[in-house]
């Protein structure tokens, strides 16, 4: 399957590259390791997104097939994640369920059309800070969301304010299970522990099984306010029925935001765990195809009920680690998942809800980036501005602000740094050939005539640069006849810099003081003839190199 544009699935390219048995052994284990450690946090995410268990299972079970059969990674493994969590907990709460499938769908359109349009690279590009800043906040507010459950405080209404949350539980904590606590703790014990007896089993899955064990025993033996799942939640076996989303002009308006924040958060965080993957296998993967992928994925999974979903790294070097390399891993995980949701999930009733507190506690801290956080602040002060805006405002208000507020800033930095990288400097005297390779011919110094001036500007003529050269060249009067504008530096001119240019020229024009530009590169030329900008300064004007714009100033000042 072949998209426009040339894209194609790496599962295809991989199964024509010589698949063999051996390899198809190891893509099943890992696939089945990998689904035993999705099926926890499935579970927990779906929960903690104010969805249900079901439809995290069925999210990872449909997005991680769908994933891995169409992505542009070998080993990505999709599916529900915590980095969801606090922005499709927003989104239940503002919109409801009915809201979420909505904003689901339209991300996954947003994200083929990212695809599409080749601007999977484009997003790698995103400032480290703002990753680092939101990824860290989300964890934060992650963790700020369990504390009612891992506590088992006795709160009927949870705010949804960072803020207001930790207010109402400081009034509540006089209503602590001490039991709940205790399976909660162990929980998160068991999962630090369990990598160093064994790194092949998944230390959720041992927490959740011997939690649930001790939980009935506790329950047998008359202990009350443990809550399980299935005092919260009524579980389900049944295949979901396919609902088409019902959308219309308004509901595409209400909730072009959130979908718009979904699918930039999705598409960050699989081309991340794409990028990382890469490193330990060798390979490369095509980041357009796997937006593709996730946006394929994120249309189908609102239909049966899911959740919005996007690489996971965890998951994806857990696949790595046990021997998976190709897309048929993914597959079997999501094969693994689907055969648990049909004959297991009558037991997830039993799962104490602290337990799965206690696991996402851990994830919390894992996305924390603690160490990457603190490494950041030591760098200059416009990295530390854009780390902690993001991470505050992730914290206190939400992800959507965060993002688009981080991004703007970052944008605003990055202009800066580029216009202090291009510098504009006045020679009016000689030019020395040896440090010079525009100069053509001996290497004796160039001798600018009198009357003349060269101005170099070395770097981007955008915008940014624009008002500096402008004042520089605000001084001109008659202290020069010609004006050798030397651009062999320029490797781009926007359409700022070229109104500028032009005005200049115009004034050059009418204080007869001539122009003449030297060492344009094509992509520049083009640029300025597109603008009609060399008829403003005469195609006669316009030289290739430094001697030649030289010699024609010699000639205009004996006109």
Known sequence: MDFKGGFRPKLFSTLKDGYNKQTLVQDLLAGVIVGIVALPLAIAFGIASGATPEAGILTAIVAGFIISFFGGSKVQIGGPTGAFIVIVYGIIQEYGMSGLCIATFMAGAFLILMGVLHLGTIIKYIPYPIVVGFTSGIALTIFATQIKDLFGLQIDDVPA??????GVYFNHFDTVNWWSLLVGVLSILIIVFTPKVSRRVPGSLVAIILMTVVTLILSSLGVEGIETIGDRFSISTNLPQPEVPKINWDSIR??????????????IESLLSAAVADGVIGDRHDSNQELIAQGVANMVSPLIGGIPATGAIARTMTNINNGGRTPVAGIAHAIVLALIYLFLMPLVKFIPMSCLAGILVVVSYNMSEWRSFKAILKNPKSDITVLLVTFF??????????????????????????AETTNVSVLSDEIDPSADSDVQGNLEHLVIPEGVKVYEINGPYFFGIGNKFEEMMGDMGARAKVRIIRMRKVPFIDSTGVHNLTNMCRMCNQMGVKVVLSGVN????KVIEDAGMDDIVGKENICSHINIALKRAEELLKK
């Open 522 to 525: 094509p992509q520049v030329m």
């Open 393 to 418: 405002l992730t914290v206190i208000f939400d992800l959507t602000v965060a993002i688009e507020v981080g991004v703007l800033i970052a944008c605003l930095l990055c202009m800066r740094r580029m």
């Open 254 to 267: 209400r909730l072009a935001q959130p979908a718009m924040v979904i699918a930039m958060l999705g598409a």
């Open 161 to 166: 304010g960072f803020l207001d949350k930790w």
